[in-house]
């Protein structure tokens, strides 16, 4: 991993060369993903069973054959052993519960004229997921993804996630079963996002799509946003871990590994003042990276993307984590809490020794998809609220009309529109009319 002072005189062009991702798609990514969009918007099913064929290196002649029946998620979750079982139940339960706590409701209130003001809050009625399959499964992203919107109240959710060579994880299936997943296809890639956002014989088209994917799905999610809603487009996952220097370095280094291992450009950077701290976490690293499944992965990360930064003190390190706005932030010091007030930009905040990040990634309630590359300085976390829309309510009453209409009559007038005007002063009552007048 590669060592900085946050003292040096260049730091500061070091840290953005450090952070700097391109998330841009280059001009083959963009011809691709167009010429996707265009044959699956064109074509449907048809196109859609091509370019999986292509892409995922399967054989199937229908969309038949790569749509999954509710009892087969069913199945899969039965077939569990029980002890995976109940890790998706507990995960679920727990995930749900926190939920719960996001939901909004409807809301008005009646002013002295009798006015009626408020808001109506609906759920979507029907939601696209994007789970990606490749790499890695993920049935947390599952969870993660279907919950809020079901908590929310969305009617349908349809789930794609690709299956390379017709490989089928079931723990994403079960995931899909016990999160109330309506419809599964195992279709990925860019003409995932085609059949969700513009609908085909077999996929029906949804109102929002949420999930990450590699580069072809950004891309196509960022070209249909408009069409159809989205929730972001997301970069590698990253890490930030602020320590003392008091936690078991070991621990830090396996916290780092946990962002590592998922991509070669994925992100983990430790801030400590203590430079014998990084030395120890420094020598960790070295020593367990070899024990990592993924090692290869990791390492490549680590080596370009990773970074052990001395700061000055705790003013210094929250100054950087506020600049660095991190997706996932761990607080790996005595007292977490008072920090809090000072931290302004993170997706996920961890707080204390014993809450690494990887209890979030599943199991502890709040919603692991987050904003990434800086976005969480105006991003939030994926929660029900992306799944729910807002309608202003306006009731007047014939006092509160004329009363309204008084004020509205005079900007109309002045940006020149006189049908607003007059829309308005026709429910002048007689008194205002002749004020008016």
Known sequence: ??????????????????????????AAVQATVNEVLARVRQNGDAAVVDYTNRFDHVAVADMAALSIPLPRLQAAYNGLPPEQQNALTIAADRIRRYHAHQRQGSWQYTEADGTVLGQQVMPLDRVGIYVPGGKASYPSSVLMNAIPAKVAGVAEVIMCVPTPRGEVNELVLAAAWIAGVDQVFTIGGAQAVAALAYGTESVPRVDKIVGPGNIYVATAKRQVFGQVGIDMIAGPSEILIYCDGLTDPAWIAMDLFSQAEHDEQAQSILLSPDANFLDAVAAEVERLLPTLEREGIARVSLAERGALIQV?????????????????????????????????????????????????DYCAGPNHVLPTSGTARFSSPLGVYDFQKRSSLIACSAAGASTLAKVASVLARGEGLTAHARSAEYRLLPNDAEVKS
């Open 1 to 26: 991993m590669q060592r900085f002072n946050s003292q040096d005189a260049d730091f500061g062009r070091t840290l953005d060369r450090l952070l700097a991702w391109e998330g841009v798609s280059d």
């Open 312 to 360: 000055r003190d705790e003013a210094d390190a929250l100054a950087l984590i506020n600049r660095i706005a991190p997706e996932h932030l761990e607080l790996s010091v005595e007292n977490p809490e008072a920090l809090l007030p000072e931290i302004r930009h993170a997706g996920a905040i961890f707080m204390g020794r014993y809450t690494p990040e990887a209890l979030g």
